[in-house]
């Protein structure tokens, strides 16, 4: 397992709040970085202090392996993100990310008896329906590439870089055996609400398997569809938002009533 780096490295504020009245914890999907939610704050109330997390393996922390199993990374997460945890808090998590908030919501509860105020999950089915597709995580290297096409969330461009490709598909391959390795177990449901979030066009999750989520939560649970394949959060990025953002004001109505804390 990685080495636990400074906390520096893991979250990142990019408009320091601190009065902010609840924090938005973004993890970014396989392959990605935290640059991916930078802006998103522009587009969420001024309350809301948006904190995207960096995992290793991209952007600034290019030279530090990425992790390929999903324990050791919540259990590195929790750690990281305690000192954090001081107000009230939300997770969100597309594909890959959404089985990591949901892990790491469960894990915050044995360790802490803390909870998120709202766990947000899009574009992923629900933890306990297995995978009915074949690992890729570790194809050849022709296959893996046509199975990224496939997902098309690669622009094409970038497919046919051999260099980018040379420092992207390693970290690709580990987040997506992050997934495929992880083995659902069985808990008692969450205390939290759940958001699903989905794109229409997706070949590989349905609504169904989205609505599955709602097993997952003592209290309410939302599904909200959008127009888009796989990678609606770029194509619907404004909808999608808007969405996100109606919820966190609710939210933040509940903790200035009292009702959150």
């Known amino acids: 397992m990685p080495t636990p780096p400074i906390l520096g490295a ?10 902010a009245r609840l924090r938005l914890f973004c993890f970014p999907y396989a392959g990605g970085g935290s640059s991916i939610v930078r802006t998103w704050s522009d587009d969420l109330p001024p309350e809301i202090q948006v904190c995207p997390v960096q995992l290793p393996g991209r ?8 992790f390929t199993q999903l324990s050791p990374l919540v259990q590195t997460i929790v750690q990281v993100l305690r000192p954090h945890l001081n107000v009230p808090f939300a997770f969100l998590g597309h ?9 790491l919501a469960r894990e915050l509860r044995r360790q802490y008896v803390l909870s998120p105020v709202h766990l947000f ?15 890729i995580h570790q194809l050849p290297e022709s296959a893996f590439m046509e199975e990224l096409r496939y997902l098309n969330g690669t622009p094409e461009e970038v497919l046919q870089n051999g260099e980018l490709m040379h420092l992207f598909v390693p970290i690709l391959r580990a987040d997506i055996a992050v997934c495929e390795t992880y083995v659902y177990s069985t808990e008692d449901p969450l205390d939290c609400p759940i958001s699903g979030f989905g794109g229409l ?5 349905s609504p169904d398997d989205l609505v599955a989520w709602r097993d997952q939560r003592h209290t309410s649970f939302r599904l909200r569809m959008f127009r888009g394949n796989h990678f609606f959060l770029q194509s619907a990025r404004a909808l999608f938002l808007r969405a996100v953002s109606q919820v966190l004001t609710q939210l933040l109505g509940r ?5 959150l804390s």
Request: glycine fraction near 6%; proline fraction near 15%.
């Open 201 to 205: 066009q997706d070949c590989k999750v």
């Open 121 to 135: 999950v899009s574009g992923h089915r629900a933890p306990q329906i297995a995978d009915p597709d074949l690992p």
């Open 59 to 66: 952007e600034n922390r290019l030279m530090e392996p990425p």
């Open 255 to 259: 903790i200035g009533a009292g009702q």
């Open 95 to 103: 594909r890959m990310a959404a089985l990591v908030s949901f892990e």
């Open 10 to 19: 893991w979250v990142t504020c990019p408009k320091p709040n601190p009065q």
